[in-house]
């Protein structure tokens, strides 16, 4: 297990755990980035990175995909 920020581009990883207060992981749920999902680092630019969840692109930036905990495929 691991934060999403050590992912690089185009490694895909599940998500175990998402961190931070209520109103943090409520947004990232409705994004799609909700425990047992797979994501995908397409690109890692400056401090934000694209990733692609539940066939959607959403760019995040690094502290908040920091929160997110994944195991890498």
């Avoid at 691991?2 to 581009?9: E, I």
């Avoid at 895909?12 to 409520?26: E, L, N, P, Y």
Wanted: avoid cysteine.
């Amino acid at each position: 297990m691991a934060p999403l920020t050590v992912a690089a581009s185009g490694e895909t990883g599940t998500i175990v755990r998402i961190s931070g207060k209520d109103q943090v992981r409520r947004h990232l749920a409705e994004m799609g980035f909700v425990v047992g999902a797979d994501v995908t680092v397409l690109n890692t630019m400056g401090g934000s990175m694209i990733l692609s969840v539940r066939d959607s692109r959403v760019a995040l930036d690094r502290s908040m995909a920091g929160r997110i905990s994944v195991e890498l495929h």
